[in-house]
């Protein structure tokens, strides 16, 4: 296979997984809501979609034709796992937005017994490995520190929710 297949089919898998998430995050935010959950804090929610959007949209325009490298590919499918593993720990309860269900009690099973926050670990982890899996240092660290300000306002508002805080 050529650098260019590899690097293209890479990106068709992390393209098409996200809008697979997308869909499902949209259904279950909507089953959500309609049992009578809340959502909290969706001021911020633009900005992380548009910075994930132009993450993906600069890895394709920079790195299509780039070669692949196996050990941080590897690290990518770790992080897969990890994200698997997580969303089905939360099952219906997994969205991109924060929903609050009123009386349910926090997932405290599969990954939450180890993280408090395993879903943004691994977005940590990919939003870094995935540039460098195609040889974007400068785009790794750049990324990382944006996606970094987001997680800080993103945490510490689910946090507040997850709480019952205002």
Known sequence: M????????????????????????????????????????????VFIVAFHAAWLAGLWILAWDRPVSLGWLAVFACLQALRVWTLMTLGRRWTTRIIVLPGAPLVASGPYRLLSHPNYAVVVGEVAALPLALGLPIFALVSSLLNALLLVVRIRAESRALAGSP
């Open 2 to 45: 050529s650098f260019e297949m590899a690097s293209v089919g890479l990106l068709a898998f992390v393209t098409i997984e996200r809008i697979v998430e997308l869909g499902l995050a949209r259904h279950n935010t909507r089953a959500l809501l309609a049992r009578g959950a809340r959502e909290a804090a969706s001021g911020h929610y």
